[in-house]
């Protein structure tokens, strides 16, 4: 069902999009390189990151610290990072910045469950994660984050896999002050 929708969603893109975070093979393949130009952000990418396509710049950074000019971004896509940032007010303030007036978000997340027993699993991986070093959280409210950072959302889809819940969101910066 999450392939579904990044298929859909991230298929129909076009102009310029910053892909956070690696994109697994999965996510890569769903961009139609052909409509879109592509740039990946990940402090992790591996120094063979390369791609046939010239519509692919892959950017050894975090986010945060990219260079990317002012209002020119149609497009910023994220899977399962806002559940590990840092300091969600640099990640949050960097998107507003480089989005253009009518850029948008996507972001497949983690969401805390509203199960009594999942969420109960939920804060014991939480912990576990917390105790190994792992700086993802499980238990992640991303909608509320996203409201928190000033961003409107437009839609949020929430479903199961297994007993994990993911949300679907698409959000924009709010403009309205």
């Known amino acids: 069902m999450k392939e579904d929708y990044l298929r859909r969603e991230i298929a129909s893109l076009e102009g310029k999009v ?3 975070g690696s994109p697994n093979d999965e996510d890569y ?3 139609n390189l052909s409509k879109v130009r592509l740039i990946v952000i990940d402090p992790k990418i591996s120094k063979n990151a390369s791609t046939e396509n010239n519509s692919v710049v892959f950017e050894k950074k975090r986010f945060e610290d990219a260079k990317i000019e002012e209002n020119s971004i149609d497009y910023i896509v994220g899977s399962f990072i806002l559940c590990s940032l840092k300091n969600p007010e640099k990640f949050f303030h960097q998107a507003r910045k480089i989005l253009s007036e009518s850029g948008k978000m996507i972001f497949l997340e983690h969401s805390i469950s509203n199960k009594l027993y999942v969420r109960f699993l939920q804060e014991i991986f ?3 994660h917390k105790l190994i070093g ?5 238990n992640n409210d991303p909608n509320k984050l996203i409201i928190q950072q000033d961003f409107k959302i437009l839609s949020s889809k929430s479903f199961l896999k297994s007993f994990e819940p993911y949300v679907f969101i698409k959000c924009k910066p709010n ?3």
């Open 18 to 20: 910053v892909h956070v």
């Open 29 to 31: 393949s769903f961009y």
């Open 126 to 128: 939480t912990m576990a």
């Open 134 to 138: 792992i700086k993802c959280k499980p």
């Open 175 to 177: 403009y309205s002050r």
